[in-house]
C-alpha cells in the first residue's frame, strides 16, 4: 500500500493549494481516506475524511467552509482544495487510509510521508 501527497508549498494568507493524494495497493471501496495535519509541537489532526464510494465526506469545524475533499475514483487520487488559507493552516499535511472513515489519526492503518503547507502574512 502506498500514498503520495503532492501540492504543498509556500502562499500568502487567502490564497489557495489543492494538495493531491495517490494511492496504490487498495481500492477505494471499502477504504475511507483521510486528511490531517500536524504543526510543530502540536498532535496530528484530522481535516477531512472522505468515502470515495459514496462520496460522503466530513470536515473538522476550523476548516468548514474554506476546504473541499473530492476522489477522483479512476485515477484512485484524492485532493484536498484549501482556499482562504490562514497561517494557523501551517502544518505538514498528510493522507491516510482506513476501512471505519473518522478524523481520529489513531484509527488510520496507512500513511503517506506528508507535505509541507506554509501560509505566510
Known amino acids: 500500500v502506498q500514498l503520495v501527497e503532492s501540492g504543498g508549498g509556500l502562499v500568502h494568507a487567502g490564497g489557495s493549494l489543492r494538495l493531491s493524494c495517490a494511492t496504490s495497493g487498495i481500492t477505494f471501496d471499502p477504504y475511507a481516506i483521510g486528511w490531517f495535519r500536524q504543526a510543530p509541537g502540536k498532535e496530528r489532526e484530522g481535516v477531512a475524511c472522505?468515502?470515495?464510494?459514496?462520496?460522503?465526506?466530513y470536515y473538522a469545524d476550523s476548516v468548514k467552509g474554506r476546504f473541499t475533499i473530492s476522489s477522483d475514483n479512476a485515477k484512485n487520487t484524492v485532493y484536498l482544495q484549501m482556499n482562504s488559507l490562514k497561517p494557523e493552516d501551517t502544518a505538514v499535511y498528510y493522507c491516510?487510509?482506513?476501512?471505519?472513515?473518522?478524523?481520529?489519526?489513531?484509527?488510520?492503518?496507512?500513511w503517506g510521508q506528508g507535505t509541507q503547507v506554509t501560509v505566510s502574512l
Open positions: 491516510a487510509a482506513n476501512l471505519e472513515g473518522g478524523l481520529l489519526h489513531r484509527s488510520y492503518d496507512y
Open positions: 472522505i468515502l470515495p464510494i459514496d462520496g460522503d465526506t
